[in-house]
């Protein structure tokens, strides 16, 4: 029995929050800082042939124009393709041209408008299948050349793919012939945004010594902290960053985004705080999105059910610049399986530099894309050979002694999604339908889903921890706190470990890279399974050092001392000393002190990781899976084509809830995420390439109205050895699933097979329409 | 430039409005220092920057400075009193109804409104209300169930 985890405390920055005392970045003002504005180019690709600053520079308040016109600095993390600010041509509509530092935000976008800028216009490509064909316009004709870490990045040299993923299982072919039935489609899920409610800021100062330091809406501070130590060639021990509490991320604020153009501008006015924030606009048109993909699936099966073979191609528009997208594109290729097993793979994904902006991990990272494919694939499968879904899915599922599509092979513990499904099926299947009325159409669908984390194979997370003389303790870690609730599980996974109540923790809230230990980022959904884990290492060696101090108090072996979270006991004489009077060592009367202060630091890495085979794309690249199910009942409106999800299921094996409160509410809010990617959200595009939907309520996300009426969420427990008490990644899953299962419902409902998303009422009837 | 007056969590401030459209929550926050008050969109489509005044519930990110001369704002760091949490609050604890936090200023400041107003508001109430606001983590289903759990508490009060 756990006294701490697997219950339902309260969240520890839930006070800061509702009192609007919690600190974002754009809340922090900070002495001698500077407002910044930014021009932005407005086309989506063209030379720059001259830009004009004199006047801008005269104005009241203006301290410094900057353009990227001197600039050589390319940053990045594997691919370097990219300049702080734009340097001779631009590559899409939202990017910096130049950026002015002012005394006031005001006078800053006052002097933007006064900057003069000359183009010539090139041909823009948009769409990601065009823009990887041969005679596309090329957007960076340095493709292939650019500084890559070339055992994971492909770039093909001469077009704008700048990364090609191959998957290679099998023999695809033979698989084919063997195959009784095949079905295959085209799929689109569109380029949307995050939406995290908090925009993008960041503020910078150079010192005078030549150190910088950042304060910034980010997920990755230290990644950020390296990428600026390689751009500035700055050692790394003389950047600082800060991050205060994030306003959501959703990947959109991983690695980094606008933190390299804030940093190249403060660089202009060292001494000098250079203060960004980001408009909602800005937000859509000037930092990162998400998906973006064109693909086709082919799926074979044989007449029992037995799926034999897969193909698929998928072509991310990943926009100007590809360093944050690359990674999600082998991903993709990797998972768009789903969670079964295909004996017979052949995947491309080709990352595709297209003129619009970068696309960035965007939660889910990949999976949404294949698992649309694959999972409507499996529905249409399943009706044509007329055997039920769920016995289909269970027939190919990857459990026990299965093999995915890396290579590498399932075992139990990795969890039961025959359970999920089952779950999720008894709560939506086994009434009946409501008959088709007067007003509506009625359906069901079903789909399931497998995320494995894509991390850097070195990625670990680190924690210290101190105890004061109260015996109350520290716990510092690098995992930022963006909603997701992680100083709240952080503090549960701590009391467990040290047995101590949660009041007694003290979770440390802001990350500075001076100060708080090394993590590699939070994403992934990694934080409680990696950092739960490093917690309960650094605990396991308090626990270690109190009893040593203890057992020299007692004059006895170290086995001989017991820890019950209050005092070190001596197990045979009952004498003990409370573990507060250990914690810097213990002193006598006279100030006699011996042992050693109660401070450690504990590490967790997911083991044995490498990249994928650059040939095969195969091998031991995913160090964890999180499997589950969704279920849905919808309505659609006749009169207006108008979905509504009447109830909405979801089953996850995650292991165990640290927290089942805040486990749910990440089940709950990704699943209506996902209902905004499904039958909402697109970036659209103007004819002159600018986005045309930069704001609420032209880009529309779900409202409090476009909820399901009901949501019931199941969270199994399989006993593992991967995370602390067996938690695993559970945090972006919920989004996975959502679109197939709504598609599958729609067809359930109006027999339209649909492969696009958003599906809008107006295809909706228009589909209806056609059918008549 | 120009003076203004207003009385903000019952204090009596003075904003100073400099060139340019300076609008209210850029006084609150950068002039007052209720950062609480959050800007999502700059266009009164979220929420986030939702303040009452004069017992109204207004986009803060919409009003211009010069339109709260003389009047009385309330903000979220006004509506806790000496270290108790109002109801409202206490509700969005209780519910899980906080993620990010982000949007959690504004929405507590609406339903203050709509329940000072309306202690009897019905759920569509509620619903149309919550529905003036944006929050990307939460689903919205806690944030009703704060409301209804808020409502209830409040009327034990009364």
Redesign the interface.
Known sequence: MHNYVGK?F??V????????????T??I?LPRMLHMKVLRSGRPHALITSIDTSTAESMDGVKKVVTGTNCDILFGTCLWDQPPLANGKVRHAGEPVAAVIAE?P?QA??ALKKIKVTYEDLPYVLDPIEAAKQDAPLIHEKNGEYRHISYVVHPIKGSNIFHHYKLRKGDVKKGFVDADVIVEDNFEFPLSS??????HAAICRFHHDGSIEMWASNQAPFVLRDVLSDMFKVPASKVRVHIP????G?GGKSDVSIEPLVAYAASFVPGYAVKL?L??QEVITGSLLGRGMKGHMRLGAKSDGTLVALEASMYFADGAYGDTSWAIDTVAGHNCTGPFEIPNCHVDVYGVYTNSPSVGAYRGYGHPEGHLMVNRLMDRLARKLNIPLPEIMKKNFLKEGKVNALGQKITKHHGDICKCLDAVYGSIFTENVPKEDDDYFYGRGLAAMMKSPKMSTNAASTCYLQMNVDGSIFINLSGIE????VHTVFSQIAAEAMNMPVCKINVYKDVDTQFSPWEWQTVASMQTYRGGRAIQDACRKAVELLKYNASLVFHSDVSHVDYDGQYCIHKLTGERIPIGSLARGYSYENGLTVGIPVQTTGYYRVADLTEPDPETGMGNAAGSWTFGCQAALIRIAKATGKIDILHFASAFDIGKAINP??A??QV??????GLGATLMEKISFKEDGNIKNV???AYV?????D?PHK?TVFLFETPNNEGPWSAKPMAEHPIVAVAPCILNAIYDAIGVEFAKLPVLPSDILGSIDRKE | MKLINMTVNGDKMVAYI?????MLVDVL??QFG??????????G??G?CTVIMNGEPVTSCTVLAEKAESSEIL???G??KEGQ?HPI?EA???A?A????????GL?MRLYALFSKNPDADETSI?DA??K????????????EAALLAQKELKTLV
């Open positions: 339902e309260d969240r920055d839930a006070v800061d929050k509702v009192t609007g005392i919690a600190v974002f754009a809340d003002a006031t005001w976008a006052e995050h939406t995290a409610l908090e925009p509490y994030l306003g959501g959703f924030v408009t909602r963006m909603g997701q609730g409160k805040t749910r509410g709950v809010g990704g699943v209506v995420q704001n609420f309520p996300v779900p409202r409090i109205k909820i949501q | 400099p060139d340019g459209r300076v926050r950068d209720l950062t609480g008050t959050k800007v999502g969109c700059g266009v489509q979220c986030a903000t979220i760091e509506l806790a949490l609050q969005f604890i209780k899980g906080v993620q990010c936090g982000f949007c959690t200023p507590i619903k919550l529905g606001h944006i929050c990307r983590c939460t689903g919205y289903e806690s944030i009703l």
